[in-house]
């Protein structure tokens, strides 16, 4: 009876262990099919425009995103929806500003809210709206990344501006499907190969060497994939409403 009892939970204990092996690999598929193409176009939009307006702007802390120009995603691209007064940018990014080997690059839930300084504005948002244009075409994910390559080696884009830098930290946004969706940072844009001392975090939002421990996160967004800028994060440890924020 004994031995039948032990028998009878070592059986149960491999089923246990297939199992949870096998939802393991259905989770790692899942990462990696669950956005395979771009969603239809009217999950990625905002219906309410003023709701996109109120949501851009909690990119940064009043006083900045107050007289900043704020655009909105339309069926063909961003267009202007407030004149700014102070030359920021405030729109809500959708996940096709992922790096391209992103799995969540056609994350049609990835609202991202960020207000640009005025050198970004000028050098770094051209980017965005390139993209986005190519995408709302219907171009596919590898004909956009070629077209942003060709439109930078014959010069199409401006080159980065020193002190570019852009503010991502409302607490409304939803960055990512891992982890707690959302961190308020800081960005700053600067020619690929630049050596701040930061840690690396890859596609998946892991944590890599070589700098452990930096404040710095060294972002792949763009990273020459195919933009030549690297992109610096920096925690802000509060909202843009001046509430404490997670690290």
Known sequence: M?????KMMALGFF????ALDTARQGRAQDTKTLYPSMAPLDQYLIADRNAEIALARTAAPPSISGDAKVMVLGSHGYETAVEGKNGFVCMVERAWMNPFDSPEFWNPKNRSPI???PPAARTVLPITL??????????????VKESVKAAIEKKELPALEAGAMSYMMSKDAYLTDKGGHNMAHLMFYTPLGTVWGANLVDSSNNVSEPFPGSPLLLA?????????IDMFLMGTGVWSDGTPAPM
């Open 130 to 143: 390139m993209r986005t244009k190519l995408v709302l075409a219907g171009k596919s994910k590898e004909e």
């Open 15 to 18: 089923a246990l262990t297939l």
């Open 220 to 228: 792949p967004s763009y990273k020459g994939n195919p933009e030549p």
């Open 2 to 6: 004994k031995r039948k009892t032990v």
């Open 115 to 117: 207000c640009l300084n």
